[in-house]
């Protein structure tokens, strides 16, 4: 029997796709049941989304009682415009690594299992500023307390080095992932299913470049990874600062966001603290980002940038572009 879900469900559905924290996950779930037509065609949904809700309601004990204990740092409410994850076998740089992305100057050792609570570090990057966070150390079983993390994050880095077996490294930490329904993607797969496993995007760096002998080496490891992953491979060396600039900018389009600024009529844009945006989102998205009312009363908008012509006037539904200007007209 079809569903025949009603507009109002997959707006809540969208909710539920977007939602950050566990609360706004069960409070749109919850509206996915309350908006749904009950009939034998939706029992199954039903039940999925029941079922998920007391999951995360599991998952909100947990947290709570993590709470509690000092050094519990297991779950890292989102800040900036993402949230990423550095994971990688102990001894890898995930700490040099967020020292380099960050400015920061955690401890990192050259001995196994030195980071042994989650820590956080923010990004800057033209304008934004990205969350990122360091995993503690784990060798062949991912600690479920980082598999939480992972699924949490808007997008991995997969730390691998050339010290011991790249390849090698990969393939456990994905089969961990996998084992726990995590499957990761590169950059352009939409394949989503709302109650499957969860698809995380994911990025490859090769730490720790600067021991290669030679450039062979790299390119050796570049074509084997290619030909099994579609994932990308940034080359980097946390300590020398090499591939890093790089990896910001492969963070940032991975993240799939856009920068908009805002302007008021007759008056120059604010070129800093931009909107951020989902990729994909339009002039009405921007709106609502800064307030309901301005949602609710916006006539039309002009657009600096992407537009054919500068300041051209454009309905709600125009799509917005990285680094367009927008004055609205409400
Ligand atoms: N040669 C070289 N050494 C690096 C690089 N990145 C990190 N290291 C060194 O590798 C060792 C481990 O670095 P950490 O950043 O502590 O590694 P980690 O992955 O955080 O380790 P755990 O916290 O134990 O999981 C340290 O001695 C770092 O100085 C790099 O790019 N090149
Ligand atoms: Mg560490």
Known sequence: ??????????????????????????????????????HKGTDKLQAEIRAKISKLHEEQEHHQKGKKSASSQWFIKKEGAGQVVLLGPTNSGKTTLLNALCNTHLETADYQFTTQISQVGMMDYEDIKVQIVDTPA???????????????????????????????????????LSKHNIIVTGSGNREYELFGPVRKRAILTLNK??????????S???????????????????????G????????????????????????PPVMHDPLILKKGNTVVDAAREIHKDF??????????????????????????????IVEFHI
């Open 1 to 38: 029997m079809p569903a025949n879900l009603p507009p109002q469900y997959f707006d809540a559905e969208k909710e539920y796709r977007n939602a950050r924290t566990i609360e706004e996950k069960i409070h749109a779930l919850k509206k996915m049941l309350a908006v749904m037509p009950k």
């Open 244 to 267: 890093i600039s790089e990896l910001k900018r492969n963070l940032f389009q991975e993240l799939e966001i856009i920068r908009v600024y805002t302007k008021e009529p007759g008056k």
């Open 138 to 176: 784990f060798r062949e079983e991912i600690d479920y307390r980082i598999l939480e993390l992972a699924r949490n994050a808007d997008l991995l880095v997969l730390l691998l080095t050339p010290e011991y077996n790249a390849l090698q490294e990969f393939n456990i930490i994905n089969e961990e």
């Open 295 to 324: 949602e609710r009363n916006l006539k039309y908008a002009k657009v600096w940038g992407s537009a054919k012509f500068e300041g051209q006037r454009v309905e709600h539904d125009y799509k917005l572009q990285d680094k367009d």
């Open 209 to 218: 470049v600067d021991m290669l002998h030679n450039t062979n080496e790299l």
């Open 220 to 242: 050796e490891i570049r074509d084997y990874f290619k030909n099994i992953v579609s994932l990308t491979l940034i080359p980097t060396s946390a300590l020398y600062g090499t």
